[in-house]
T-cell receptor
Framework: QKEVEQNSGPLSVPEGAIASLNCTYS??????FFWYRQYSGKSPELIMS????GDKEDGRFTAQLNKASQYVSLLIRDSQPSDSATYLC????????????FGTGTRLKVLA | NAGVTQTPKFRILKIGQSMTLQCTQD?????MYWYRQDPGMGLKLIYY???????DKGEVPNGYNVSRSTTEDFPLRLELAAPSQTSVYFC????????????FGPGTRLLVL
C-alpha cells in the first residue's frame, strides 16, 4: 500500500515565526508533489508544487524535496493567523499515472 | 468562469436510497476526479476520468459508479447508500495528468442515516 504520511498536529507557532510542515512518501517512483491548504469546511487549494530535488520558493512559502530520503517539506515564513488551516501533502501515485495519494494533513495554528 | 461546481451542497439520505452527485467544470479539462474525505482524514480517490468515455477506479470505488459522457460533466452515483458513505465528497479537475494542478469544487456533504 503506497502511502503519504504527515504528522496530524496541531502544530502551533507564534505569529511571525517559521512553520515547518513535513511529509514522507513510500513510493520511490513518485514524480510530482503538491501542498494544498484546506480551511475548515472548505475545499483544498494548491499552495505549491515541486518536481525536482531542492528548494522552490513562492513568496512566504518554500517547498523542499529530497527524493533520496522520500521527504517533502513546506516552510511558511512570517506565519500569519490567516495561515491557520490544515495542510495536505500529495504525491503522484506512480510514474505516468494520473492519480494522487494524499496524506491525512497537518493542522497548523498560528497564535496571534 | 465558475471553475468546478458541485450540487447539492448537502444531502441527507436514508439507508438503501440512491442519489447522484453532480460535478461540472468549465475549464475544458480532460482529467476529472472524485474524492471522499472523512473527518480528520485525507482525501481518498473514488474514481477518475482521463477524458469523455474513459473512467477508472481509484482506491475506494465500492458502492459508487461514474460516467463521463461529456468533457464538462462527471457525475458520481451512489447505489444503496450505507452509513459508511457518510462523508464530504470533492470533485476535482486538471488540464493534464500528474504534474498539473487539481482544481477542487466546493464539496458535497452527505449524511446517510
Amino acid at each position: 500500500q503506497k502511502e503519504v504520511e504527515q504528522n496530524s498536529g496541531p502544530l502551533s507557532v507564534p505569529e511571525g515565526a517559521i512553520a515547518s510542515l513535513n511529509c514522507t512518501y513510500s513510493d520511490r517512483v513518485s514524480q510530482s508533489f503538491f501542498w494544498y491548504r484546506q480551511y475548515s469546511g472548505k475545499s483544498p487549494e494548491l499552495i505549491m508544487s515541486i518536481y525536482s530535488n531542492g528548494d522552490k520558493e513562492d513568496g512566504r512559502f518554500t517547498a523542499q524535496l529530497n527524493k533520496a530520503s522520500q521527504y517533502v517539506s513546506l516552510l511558511i515564513r512570517d506565519s500569519q493567523p490567516s495561515d491557520s488551516a490544515t495542510y495536505l501533502c500529495a504525491a503522484s501515485a506512480t510514474s505516468g499515472t494520473y492519480k494522487y495519494i494524499f496524506g491525512t494533513g497537518t493542522r497548523l495554528k498560528v497564535l496571534a | 468562469n465558475a471553475g468546478v461546481t458541485q450540487t447539492p451542497k448537502f444531502r441527507i439520505l436514508k439507508i438503501g436510497q440512491s442519489m447522484t452527485l453532480q460535478c461540472t467544470q468549465d475549464m475544458n479539462h480532460n482529467y476529472m476526479y472524485w474524492y471522499r474525505q472523512d473527518p480528520g482524514m485525507g482525501l481518498k480517490l473514488i474514481y477518475y476520468s482521463v477524458g469523455a468515455g474513459i473512467t477508472d477506479k481509484g482506491e475506494v470505488p465500492n458502492g459508487y459508479n461514474v460516467s463521463r459522457s461529456t468533457t464538462e460533466d462527471f457525475p458520481l452515483r451512489l447505489e444503496l447508500a450505507a452509513p459508511s458513505q457518510t462523508s464530504v465528497y470533492f470533485c476535482a479537475s486538471s488540464s493534464a495528468g500528474a504534474q498539473e494542478t487539481q482544481y477542487f469544487g466546493p464539496g458535497t456533504r452527505l449524511l446517510v442515516l
